[in-house]
């Protein structure tokens, strides 16, 4: 099956730093999304982006799907904004695969 | 608009008894999906259907979780008889169809003891 990986798997951010998030994938897919998981372990959705680049507030994403990555930019980080990440992509049309996580924490 | 609804939120229970789980889909949604999440990892998709049917069981232990979604509307995922090594969140997500954006619920964290 597809092998999704993401780096880094864990990050330590003073609050106000920007960070990039990455998301390598091993097969073409025709849909991914990246999602916030907080601490009561709520999956959040942040983006559908199957190709091209988003922009919500201080969060941003890319993904080259010709190469096999999407990039979550976030700026400007807050305490909330802590937590895990997961990007999950789709192959086939009928199934996710979410990734390994990056767990991000901010410190005040 | 309401988002997944997932109960109960939390169950303990001792192994080999049984428990149920219970979902209700944003309204209209099509595609319903339930995941398992093991504490440090992932989510992994157990069963998916759309509408009534299943599009996807391939990674459902069959031979001690079952689900169903008689109505094409909530859906209920049963474990029995539990073991250790189920205790994880049960997570509920839909989508208005296959190829769209997937949304969750609060999940069902599961322990058994």
């Known amino acids: 099956g597809i092998q999704v990986e993401q780096s880094p798997p864990d990050l330590i951010l003073q609050e106000g730093a920007n960070s990039t998030l990455r998301c390598n994938f091993s097969?073409?897919?025709?849909?991914l999304q990246w999602f916030h998981q907080n601490p009561w372990g709520q999956l959040i959705n942040l983006f559908y982006?199957?190709?091209g680049t988003k922009q919500n507030g201080r969060l941003s994403a890319t993904t080259v799907a010709t190469e096999r990555y999407s990039l979550l930019y976030i700026s400007s980080s807050q305490t909330t904004d802590s937590g895990v990440y997961f990007c999950a992509v789709d192959p086939t049309g009928n199934q996710f695969y979410f990734g390994t996580g990056t767990s991000l924490t901010v410190i005040p | 608009e309401a988002g997944v609804a997932q109960s109960p939120r939390y169950k303990i229970i001792e192994k080999r008894q049984s428990v149920a789980f219970w979902c209700n889909p944003i309204s209209g949604h099509a595609t319903l999906y339930w995941y398992q999440q093991i504490l440090g990892q992932g989510p992994k998709l157990l069963i998916q259907f759309q509408n009534n049917g299943v599009v996807d069981d391939s990674q459902l232990p069959k031979d001690r979780f079952s689900a169903e979604r008689l109505k094409g509307v909530d859906s209920t995922l049963k474990i029995q008889p539990a073991k250790l090594e189920d205790s994880a969140v049960y997570l509920c997500a839909s989508s208005p169809g296959t190829m769209n954006e997937q949304f969750f619920g609060p999940g069902t964290r599961l322990t058994v003891l």
């Open positions: 982006i199957p190709s």
């Open positions: 097969d073409s897919v025709n849909n």
